[in-house]
């Protein structure tokens, strides 16, 4: 055995498999990363340099006046607070009550339990583009066209957020309730002090999809919103998009601007989003 470790054949063997698969995970990377690089780079350019053949990838003369110029042509700034505003409300409120209701379906045991979370998930594959004018509706008869509410409402409630913080609920040890049970606590505070606080990898993998999903949403605040300083971000940069021309440098200095946050998100809460990625779906139902 000590013979075959040693086998040089063996270790440049395993040495050239290594290094193809750094090469193919580079190469993936890059294929990744380029488009980014390159929105950046357009970001930075004149709009004659942009179509120049052939392309160039590094501006001739930085413009990086672009930047600035995206607040004075348009109210970015008010769409850049509305979409904070819209997407911190949204994913906050939907992780409260995704995580109630995963508690709920986990832990409480009531007749047609499992029958409601059965019809619960099925609701999953209606398509959302079904479900808009309903919601359009609704949202009229309230009269909420047009407010911050339209657009978070219907983003807080979805049967992927309560599947995913169900299934990790329920790998959690039922000693720890049963214990607080005998103290006197309530559900409620069974969920609030002692689930929850367990729930800081779920809540952060499920906190990144909500953030980006509200963050990029189009199609429903381009229905409910009518108002040119109520719109976010998402249906803001359109209107670098002109009937007979796109101010390119324009459009991907905002689209720069506007993936910072995603960024700043990701980052902080990487180490929780690749732990509740693991320890998520562990248990089945």
């Known amino acids: 055995m000590?013979?075959?470790?040693?086998?040089?054949?063996?270790?440049?063997?395993?040495a050239l498999k290594r290094t193809i698969i750094h090469i193919i995970l580079l190469g993936g990377?890059?294929?990744m990363v380029a488009p980014f690089v390159w929105m950046i780079s357009?970001?930075?350019k004149t709009n004659l340099e942009v179509f120049r053949i052939p392309p160039t990838?590094?501006?001739?003369?930085?413009?990086?006046h672009n930047y600035l110029e995206i607040f004075r042509v348009v109210p970015y700034g008010r769409w850049f607070l509305n979409s904070v505003i819209i997407t911190v409300t949204q994913t906050v409120l939907y992780l409260f009550v995704a995580s109630l209701a995963g508690f709920t379906f986990a832990r409480?045991?009531?007749p047609g339990r499992d029958l409601i979370f059965t019809l619960y998930l099925a609701t999953l594959m209606?398509?959302?583009e079904?479900?808009?004018i309903p919601k359009f509706i609704l949202m009229k008869q309230l009269h909420l066209i047009d407010t911050y509410i339209a657009v978070i409402l219907p983003g807080i409630f979805n049967a992927y957020g309560v599947f995913l913080l169900r299934q990790f609920f329920m790998t959690l040890p039922e000693s720890l309730e049963e214990a607080a049970i005998i103290d006197g606590a309530s559900y409620f505070r069974i969920y609030w002090n002692i689930i929850l606080p367990l729930a800081g990898p779920a809540l952060a993998t499920l906190g990144i999809f909500s953030?980006?999903?509200?963050?990029?949403d189009f199609m429903w605040p381009l229905i409910v919103i009518n108002s040119e300083e109520m719109k976010p971000l998402s249906v803001g940069l359109a209107s670098f998009h002109g009937l007979y021309e796109t101010n390119w440098p324009h459009l991907m200095a905002a689209s720069t601007v506007a993936l910072i946050p995603m960024i700043i998100v990701f980052v902080l809460a990487q180490k929780y989003f690749v732990r509740g990625i693991a320890l998520t779906g562990l248990k089945e139902g």
Do not use: C, M
């Open 126 to 128: 209606v398509p959302s």
């Open 211 to 216: 953030f980006r999903g509200a963050w990029n």
């Open 29 to 31: 990377a890059t294929t």
């Open 57 to 64: 990838f590094i501006p001739a003369v930085p413009q990086w």
């Open 42 to 44: 357009t970001s930075l």
């Open 130 to 132: 079904v479900t808009l």
């Open 108 to 110: 409480l045991r009531f």
């Open 2 to 14: 000590r013979g075959k470790r040693g086998d040089p054949y063996q270790q440049v063997s395993e």
